[in-house]
């Protein structure tokens, strides 16, 4: 049997703490430097390190000549150093030698443009030439490798899809047509209604006539969009398949690829991909072009939880500080590293790599920060990593245990793709937009939330959160009904509910698909302007949404005071079975999201943790190895807290009290 994913990635680290790692990319630097590194690495204490993540061109620099000496060498310098390394099998960017070769595998654009060589994932991700020719590289390094006793993990291609996710070239069309073949049993009728092409003389008479949906004059048909997005996802996931499949062949060393929960990626659903990830491993980054991007991380940590389904998982990357692929690179303030990364293993992560090892001198990332900067050693960011690599080595106890959480927030990467589509009733309402929001209003009010998938088992939530759930299938919604009729409480958020899976619109009134638990009829949708508030009888305010719903079965809760909807429910409740199902038809502002989340929990009988607010984070983890309570101070004044036990972090007794910015890692007395 399969080790359990904690032991797994306990395995991976140098001794008995937290997996520390990162990326390394020793091939932009001279060989004298390799030593050094190690030995640096050693003193931080770093366990695990992700090579040969870039590597075609190095090991493989022509047509036909494969040259593994710098590989074997720094290999053996890791070995030596008790590294243990998580080896790229080198597929993420073809070699130049190869689409020059080949140009036919370059991806192209929904306008036609070809995309060069010159950047990083130039290949078309349906290519099969790409696809044969990456099958080599990962054959030659499994079979040279595959044996190696510090290889603990293997590392698939690169954040796949990050790039080239949607590619609209002929290769991409036929092998769309084959997968539309495959989806619709080659039933063209089938195609036709699922994306309803009677509309606007877009019927096909055969697959032949299919295209991806590339730029066209108008709006383009949005359940072919919706099938494209599928498609390019199970593309995606097709190129990670083959590697692994390559990989178990030869070894059972774990396989996994570094996804991409993070705002600005939408492209991949990971949810079918889990099932394939010996270990579920995400990169994050600080998105600075948000409002919230604290709040941003915490979320993307508890939907990567989720993704391993509650079990431990690893950053595989994040920066130590500013990246260099935003448009403003800010730097972390004094803490700021540490308080990520506490949110990060608070909320699951057993292991936390950064990318990368040492700021490299040239290439397009050379401002991207490093745990050896630009400066070396002598630097505050050298220190800070040493610092870090401490503490990880001490919270060894917390790898294994779960994050305690009653509360689910049900998210799809179909319904963000469904709600984002073309033709909608508001760009003011984005997927992410509205479950950030949710997300931030239970986080405010001290409740820890796991992210599930739709069709999840919701037995022991207490507290549902559905917001803009818009694509649901009839089971899946049937779930939540039963879920609440069980005894659980559910909020569901405006534009959930609304279309199939293939996104026809549920008709009788909306939500159609949660009309019947809401006991709510709305008829019309009036979204308001960007910056437009309306009031709220309670007081509050509300954004983005409002609509004209009619209660059928539900208590008016309180009703649009104003605004194009003055007059109707904008909050309702509905008791169903044991549990009740409240509706709310607007974007409460973030104060009045926090005390409707807060008093739903405390309906539902779910803790918030004493002390938490929008400053001051807090989650616990528990199981055999103890009880451990995370408390992270982003604000500006120290806070008082009732806590009893030992903490980690400054290596003594419990005291309470957690100063502005610092961070708590309490193992609880019980
Ligand atoms: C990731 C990528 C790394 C590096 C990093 C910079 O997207 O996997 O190779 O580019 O971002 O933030």
Redesign the pocket.
Known sequence: MAAAVSDRIATLSQGDGLVFGC?YNPEQWDRSVWPEDVRLMQEAGIGLVAIN??GWSSINPAHGVWDFSALDEIIEQLHAGGIRINLGTGT?SPAPWLTARHPEILPVGEDGTVFHPGG?QAYCPSSPLFRAYAAEVVTRVVERYGDHPAVSLWHVS??LG?HNALCYCDTSAEAFRTWLRARYDDDIAALNRAWGTTFWSQRYSSFDDVRPPAQVLSLRNPGQILDFQRFSSDEQLALYRAEAAILRERTDVPVTT?F?VTAHIRNLDYWTWTGDMDVIAN?H?LDRRLEDPRGELSFAADLTRGLAEGAPWLL??T?TGA???QPYNLAKGPGEMVRNIAAHVARGADGICF??WRASAQG??KY?TALVPHAGEDSDQWREAVELGGLLGRLGEVAGTRVEADAALLFSWESWWAVENEGRPSEGVTYLGQVHAAHAALADAGITTDVVRPGAALDGYRLLIVPALHLISDEDAAAIARAVENGATALITFFSGIVDEEDRVRTGGYPGAFRELLGIRSEEFAPLLPGETVFLTDGTTGSVWTERLKTTDAVAVASFADGPSAGAPALTRRAAGEGAAWFVATQPDRIAYRDLVARLASDAGVTAHPGADRDVEIVRRSGDRGSFLFIINHGDSAVELAVTGHDLVTDAPATGRVPAGAVRIIKEDV
Do not use: G, L, P
């Open positions: 990326d993540i870039f993420s990083r690169n954040e990050c570094n991409m990169d980054y595989m990357e920066s990246v260099n692929w990318f990368q397009a990332e991207h």
